[in-house]
Every structure is written in C-alpha cells, then in structure tokens.
C-alpha cells in the first residue's frame, strides 16, 4: 500500500521528527513480518524549536535541530548514513480520502477533479501542495476512492533544505500517521484501528483488507479525547461494521503517550459491547530491547526504515 503512494526506493534508515524530539533508527530482520532495533537514539527538542503546522513556518532555527539531530545520530552510531526515509511531524502534512461522485471520461478530467478534491479535502491550492494518492477499494455505493497525503511546498522544503545541508538523500517522506499505519498492513483480515496522538487532538485510520477505508482527524481538548474516541467507534459500529462478512474491529494500536491503554478498553467496551485488544510493540512485529526507548517516539520512523529491510 505505502509504495504506491510514491514509488520510492526504501533507505534501511529512517528519521522520526516531532515536536517533543527527533529519534535516529535502523531495523534486523528476524525472520517474517519480525524486526528488532539494530540502532536507535531519540534526543528531546526544546519547546518552540520544531512547531508543526501545514502552512506555517515549522523550523525555528535549522542550525539548533541540526545539531540535535546529529547528537541523535552519533547516540545511535549512524554518523556515516546518508540514505533516509522520515516520518514528517504530525500537523505538518494531512491524511485524507477523496470520494469521486462520477467516474472521469479521461485521465486529464480525473486529475483535474482530483485536484479540485484535494483543495476540499486540505484547505489549500493544488499548485501549492505535494500530493499522494493510491486508488482505494471503492466505497459501499461504489464511488471510486482515494487515500491521499499533501504537504505544502513551502513546508517540505524546510525540511529538504535541511536534509539536503547534511548531504543527505531522502528516499521517502511520508506524515508520522501514515508511517505509523505499515504497523497494521500485514495484519489478518479483520478490521484495526490506529489512533495517533497530536497536540491539538488527534488522527484515526482505519484499516480494511491491508488498506486505509476512514481517515478521521479529530482536534479536540486533552480532556476531550475519551468522547472524541467513544463518538469514533459508535460511527463504526453504526456505519462500518458488519461482523457476519468479516468487518469487524477487534483490535487497535494506540500511539500517544497521553493515552491511557485501560481508559480505551472501557470506552470500547461501551461503544462496541466488547473490550478492543490494544497492540502491543510484539503484537505488530517489532522487538524493542529493554532500554529507554518509547514505541510512541520509534513506531513512524521504525515503520518506514521496515520498508527497506
């Protein structure tokens, strides 16, 4: 799913930014859809250095995060690595499905509708905006959809300019929410759910047949997330779900450091009647050694650099 959004070749290293720090990784194989942590070091950023936005300025001062990322690096011995893949800031680039009411007669009709779409969907003009998108399972009227991703231009840039300063090569850029999602596209056929923090609230991706079908990016309240999430998983089961053809949810992969895995098992259990299983590191294929680092700040970039292991 994720290399068609781009095509890219995938770097075996992977870069994750976010506001509160940035995390250095590389993956080891060890054996099917199983990986541990070969090298790893997150460094914390100072507040206001890195401020997330789709149209604003995210980078404060590039030569401060510069030498932060080189202090993650040389903690996590990759000194010498100039091939990336980075997990984009939440915030800093959007999520979302494009619906098609009527099938285009020509390609130069659909991109242009796409494009239209795009503008609805992400509040800017085309022109001005990086934009991927994958043909998705069509919806239950069989409209034609979308998953797609857009960063502005004058964003991406901050951060090209920056990798581009350190000789380095980016193979793949992709938000932190889509690269935290390959942690549930070799899952079975039930329905998943990945619910990702931001500071302003957070995303929902649902999962379907190895593929994204519900993009939900909820901005809320801290003390507002547990109604957001019960609202969210009553839409399911009213609109999405059907568990005699399989279209179930019975598991969710929760990334935040703010959430509180009892606190969904309870809303779950009064949204859906039964108690969701919240994944684990082991449960989606990733080994973490006992040390300090997190799954909230390693799952985007250990998502991506599992791409080219």
Not at 3 to 32: C, D, F, H, I, M
Not at 87 to 95: I, Q, V, Y
Not at 120 to 136: D, W
Not at 273 to 286: A, Y
Request: hydrophobic share 40%.
């Amino acid at each position: 799913m994720l290399s068609a959004l781009t095509k890219p070749n995938y770097p075996k290293a992977a870069l994750g930014l976010e506001q509160s720090g940035v995390t250095a990784l590389a993956l080891q194989k060890e054996g099917r859809g199983q990986y541990s942590i070969k090298q790893a070091a997150t460094v914390e950023l100072p507040k206001r250095l890195l401020t997330p936005n789709f149209v604003e300025r995210n980078i404060a001062d590039s030569v401060q995060l510069n030498a932060l990322i080189d202090e993650a690096l040389i903690n996590a011995g990759m000194v010498n690595q100039k091939n990336w893949s980075v997990a984009l800031p939440s915030n800093s680039a959007r999520t979302g499905i494009l619906t098609l009411e009527n099938e285009p007669v020509s390609k130069q009709e659909l991109e242009a509708i796409l494009d239209w779409k795009s503008e609805q969907v992400f509040g800017a003009p085309a022109g001005e905006m990086r934009i991927s998108r994958q043909k998705i399972s069509p919806d239950s009227e069989g409209k034609a959809r979308y998953f797609a991703t857009a960063v502005k231009l004058s964003i991406v840039d901050e951060y090209e300019t920056l990798f581009e300063s350190k000789g380095w090569k980016a193979g793949l850029i992709l938000p932190r929410v889509v690269s935290e999602a390959n942690w549930l596209m070799n899952s079975d056929k039930s329905d998943s759910l990945l619910i990702s923090s931001q500071f302003d609230g957070f995303t929902a991706l649902l999962i379907r047949g190895n593929e994204p079908t519900v993009v939900r990016n909820v901005t809320c309240q801290e003390n507002e997330r547990d109604d957001e999430i019960f609202r969210l998983l009553m839409f399911y089961r009213d609109r999405l779900a059907n568990e005699q053809s399989g279209n179930w949810l019975e598991k969710i992969l929760v990334i935040g450091k703010d959430f509180v895995p009892q606190k969904i098992r309870e809303i779950s259990v009064e949204a859906l009647g039964q108690t969701l299983k919240i994944l684990r590191p082991e449960d989606v294929g990733l080994n973490i050694p006992a040390s300090n680092l997190s799954f909230d700040d390693i799952a985007a970039p250990a998502g991506l650099a599992a791409l080219g292991v």
